[in-house]
């Protein structure tokens, strides 16, 4: 069927076809007798045509759609291939040369006569000129088909059409109870036509009737996403029961109710809409990551209990996930179990591998943990991402277990394998950082900003890394204002960039100034690390109820930070 409206593919199936037909015909050797016979007059228009086509193909594939028009309508009239005829047509359309179109149009209703593309190429000509009467005259045709490709050939029209104003007037004339029929599908489609073309007045009109009409599942359902459209949340969630109500097991509209809900904060109601109806892996997945948000271990473990009871075949992705929900009940040994038996010619294979080694790490058995990673980097061969990431883990676990120097080791023998990689370089020089080597971080991080000097990143942590070593008076401090002004203007956002301006302001001695950053980067990221630079500061000038009541939010949030309790006990000993 041709119901394309105008494109720009370089490569026609069927023209492609059509014109090595030809070649080869121009090409082959003809009996003696034909040879004898040939005269020029013959061989010409073939000829011909093959020169047209090939110039109009190159024109086209040069973006020149305006040469492709006329060359493939100048090729149509020596040509009894349709194809050709309606590429001429959509090109001539698409360049808004109305009369060309027209000529095109001709020679292709005469070579196929019957191609509903043409009733709808010649009402895209009429709209394209004005001629409101005659496209509706040819819609209402396309319309009348009675199967969905007509009403997707007057969509692609009014689409495609140069006023998108009056393509909504038209769709208004069409889009009657007469012509939209008794089929539900046709409403809810014009109802989403006029949104696309900017009438939402026309939408919701027609969404209503169809709901008023019909009093299905799918009207209601999309009467919530108007609803949403305009901000109702409220109005989206009753459509939302009503639609499931109509059709309660249609999974796409639970899936739509689910993330209307979480949108709205109640991540546990969207786990317990998705628990209803069949249920696949897809189903799953969404539960659990609802469920996840809300931290619903009942949830959870419900739906734990009901993948592990399904006896069928279980896909990698089901199992990889068996495995997070359940390192997510604290079932580790079972975590571990779901994990080894997702199979090494899957693409989740990799990440079940990297959380076996974080379960054996988490279970004491370190030793294991370390081998495991080992047998895992010398079975990924080339694979730079996931060798560069099973190293990355094991620098991670020795760091965790305070066995630095270790960890260092791995860096190195990375860089063995993957010399100057910038994630590895970058990872090393926060572990130097939190050794307390200042310069081997440094050095690591000028590496990093040779290797990617427009990473924002990177120029980041090298300034904070400079900033935090100085004191007031040091040249490197006016080195680290340069590469985080840098920085935040790459990525003006960005809290942690935003975090080390202030604490740079803060060892430049400016603290009304460390203050206004600082402040602005809790706003943003109210974490740990944010809290011990926003609480010093506030010490500093003397506002230590305020700087107390930042540390106890950061510790709050994470006890363990090294960072803020070091300057606690710093500051307050």
Not at 230 to 257: F, S, T
Not at 260 to 273: E, F, K, P, T
Request: aromatic share 6%; hydrophobic share 45%.
């Amino acid at each position: 069927m041709h119901d394309r409206m105008p494109h720009r593919d370089p490569i026609l199936g069927c023209l492609a076809g059509a014109a090595l037909a030809l070649l080869s015909a121009a090409c082959a050797p003809l009996p003696p007798k034909a040879q004898a016979g040939r005269t020029s007059a013959v061989a010409a228009p073939a000829d011909d045509l093959m020169a047209k086509l090939l110039a109009a193909q190159f024109a086209l594939q040069n973006d020149d759609l305006q040469t492709a028009a006329h060359g493939f309508t100048e090729a149509a009239a020596l040509s009894s291939d349709p194809a050709v005829a309606e590429e001429a047509t959509r090109l001539a359309m698409a360049v808004k040369e109305w009369s060309l179109a027209a000529q095109a149009l001709s020679r292709w209703q005469r070579l196929a006569p019957a191609e509903p593309g043409i009733v709808q190429a010649r009402a895209a000509i009429a709209l394209g000129e004005g001629r409101d009467d005659d496209a509706y005259a040819d819609l209402v045709a396309l319309a009348a088909r009675g199967d969905d490709q007509g009403w997707r050939l007057v969509a692609q029209a009014l689409l495609n059409a140069p006023d998108k104003v009056a393509s909504a007037r038209m769709l208004e004339r069409l889009a009657t109870p007469e012509h939209l029929g008794t089929k539900e599908g046709n409403w809810i489609a014009m109802s989403q036509l006029a949104f696309k073309l900017g009438d939402k007045g026309l939408s919701q009109r027609l969404a209503d009737r169809s709901v008023a009409k019909f009093r299905g599942g799918e009207s209601h359902a999309w009467n919530a996403r108007l609803a949403l459209d305009r901000g109702d949340k409220a109005a989206a969630r009753a459509q939302y029961v009503e639609a499931l109500k109509r059709d309660p097991g249609n999974q796409r509209l639970r899936g739509g109710y689910a993330a209307l809900l979480s949108d709205a904060g109640d991540n546990a109601g969207a786990a317990r809409v998705l628990e209803r109806g069949p249920q696949d892996d897809t189903t799953f997945g969404a539960r659990a990551a609802y469920a996840a948000r809300a931290d619903d271990k009942v949830a959870l473990t419900r739906l734990y209990r009901e993948m592990s009871a399904d006896r069928g075949a279980r896909s990698a992705q089901r199992l990889f996930l068996l495995g997070q929900v359940g390192e997510m009940l604290g079932r580790r040994e079972e975590a571990l179990k779901w994990y080894r038996e997702v199979g090494d010619d899957d693409g989740h294979w990799f990440d079940a591998q990297m959380r076996q080694a974080v379960l054996l790490d988490q279970l004491d058995r370190e030793a294991q943990a370390l081998d495991f990673l080992h047998d895992v980097q010398s079975q990924v061969g080339e694979d730079t991402e996931q060798m560069r990431n099973a190293y990355l883990l094991e620098a991670e676990l020795l760091a965790r277990r305070q066995r630095g120097r270790d960890a260092l080791a791995v860096y190195a023998r990375a860089m063995e394998a993957l010399p100057d990689d910038t994630r590895l370089l970058y990872a090393r020089a926060l572990l130097e950082v939190d050794l307390g080597d200042a310069a081997a971080a440094e050095r690591d991080l000028r590496r990093v900003v040779e290797l990617k000097p427009d990473d924002a990143e990177a120029m980041n942590a090298l300034g904070y890394t400079l900033a935090d070593a100085a004191r007031k008076g040091d040249p490197k401090l006016l080195e680290a204002r340069d590469l985080i002004r840098r920085a935040i203007e790459l990525k003006p956002n960005e809290p942690a960039i935003i975090d080390s301006l202030g604490w740079l302001h803060y060892r430049m001695g400016d603290l009304d100034a460390s203050l206004r950053q600082l402040r602005r980067a809790y706003e943003k990221q109210p974490d740990a690390d944010v809290a011990a630079h926003l609480g010093e500061v506030l010490w500093v000038k003397g506002e230590r109820d305020e700087a107390r009541r930042i540390w106890d939010e950061g510790r709050r949030k994470d006890p363990k930070n090294k960072s803020l309790l070091e300057t606690i006990k710093r500051l307050t000993s």
